[in-house]
């Protein structure tokens, strides 16, 4: 039998900063595999502050997180995978334009 995952998810967005990293601290120390963590906002300082939390939160975690965030450009991308997300998680919905999904394959895998 394979092994199985639990994932916790965190909708990060309108939380506070402290908030957000007790959530996942909990999750953290209660046995959960993975966090996907994610904050759609279109406002680029709510995004700015959901990476500054993100950077915070990869050096607080033992476990890895996933991350979704409001794409614009594929700069966004690269931010959340710089901020330590294992894994970004785009949704064409969140996304200005979804040709972005093909750059972002092109340039990280």
């Given at each position: ?11 990060a967005q309108n939380e506070t900063k ?18 996907f963590i994610y904050n759609y906002s ?68």
């Amino acid at each position: 039998m394979s092994q199985k995952k639990i994932f916790a998810y965190l909708n990060a967005q309108n939380e506070t900063k402290e908030t957000i990293l007790d959530l996942a601290g909990f999750y953290d120390g209660n046995g959960v595999d993975g966090l996907f963590i994610y904050n759609y906002s279109k406002d680029e300082k709510e995004r700015e502050e959901f990476v500054l939390t993100l950077r915070e939160l990869q050096s607080r975690m033992d476990i890895p997180f996933y991350a979704g965030c409001y794409v614009d450009r594929l700069e966004d991308v690269k931010k959340i995978y710089y901020a330590g997300a294992e894994k970004v998680v785009l949704d064409p919905e969140y996304m200005s334009d979804t040709a972005l999904v093909r750059e972002a394959i092109i340039k990280f895998g």
